[in-house]
């Protein structure tokens, strides 16, 4: 079972910010979270990942609360091309990638 | 770099065929792992295989699958007599040697398997 959980599905106007918010409270100090994203049924793109601290990338935030309980992927921008399943994963060296049924993002124009 | 390859793209096989699924990991990558998504579903972690072992495959069906990920060539994902509830995509993912930190995981195009 997915150690994550997170909303079914959100809307965005595009050019606004995305906030995809994932709770996984029983994650422990060696785990890591790691969102990756399907577009359509392509194969899985990594976005991001992170232990403690916030992060950034050319793609995406990611901002993980100070007990790590919980974070929350943030796209800037949206553009249209970002509609796709996002999945918010907990995960360390070893593990298997356990994927939940994720939050479906329709950026609409 | 090439990403992780996977071919064929699509497959199609009556049932009581066999199909064989390939995966050429990224260079440099020895882990390698399949997982299998259903239509409309998730996707569900199949095995994780290093070069020549099979680390965990507690996600693979009893019986009909194998994995093999053979000292030279790509890593290879067998189901023998294929039934209809086989019909899904399944995607190969690869990982580099552990540096220090969790290594994530680089996936394939996938492979759509449908079993007539």
């Known amino acids: 079972d997915a150690k994550t959980t997170q909303p079914t599905s959100m809307d965005c106007a595009e050019g606004r910010a995305a906030n995809l918010p994932c709770n996984h409270s029983?994650?422990?100090?060696?785990?890591?979270v790691y969102w990756y994203r399907q577009i359509h049924s392509q194969g899985p793109q990594y976005i991001i990942h992170?232990?403690?601290n916030n992060e950034t990338n050319e793609m995406a935030s990611l901002i993980i609360t100070e007990d790590r309980k919980s974070s929350t992927l943030i796209l800037p921008h949206a553009t249209l091309r970002d509609t796709a399943v996002y999945y918010c994963?907990?995960?360390?060296?070893?593990?298997?990638?356990?994927f939940g049924p994720g939050t479906r993002l329709s950026v609409l124009p | 770099n090439a990403g992780v390859m996977q071919n064929p793209r699509h497959l199609v096989r009556r049932r009581g065929q066999e199909a064989r699924l390939r995966c050429s990991p990224m260079?440099?990558?020895?882990?390698v792992y399949w997982y299998r998504q259903l239509p409309e579903e998730g996707l569900k972690f199949m095995v994780y295989?290093?070069?020549?072992?099979?680390?965990?495959e507690s996600g693979m069906p009893k019986e009909r699958f194998s994995a093999e990920f053979p000292k030279e060539g790509p890593s290879i994902l067998r189901i023998q007599q294929v039934v209809r509830g086989d019909s899904a995509a399944y995607f190969c993912?690869?990982?580099?040697?552990?540096?220090?930190?969790?290594?994530?995981?680089?996936f394939g195009p996938g492979t759509r398997l449908t079993v007539l």
């Open positions: 993912a690869s990982s580099p040697p552990w540096s220090g930190g969790p290594g994530e995981q680089f």
């Open positions: 029983t994650i422990s100090g060696n785990e890591y």
């Open positions: 992170g232990l403690k």
């Open positions: 994963i907990v995960y360390n060296y070893g593990q298997n990638f356990v």
């Open positions: 260079k440099g990558h020895s882990h």
């Open positions: 295989l290093q070069k020549e072992n099979i680390i965990d």
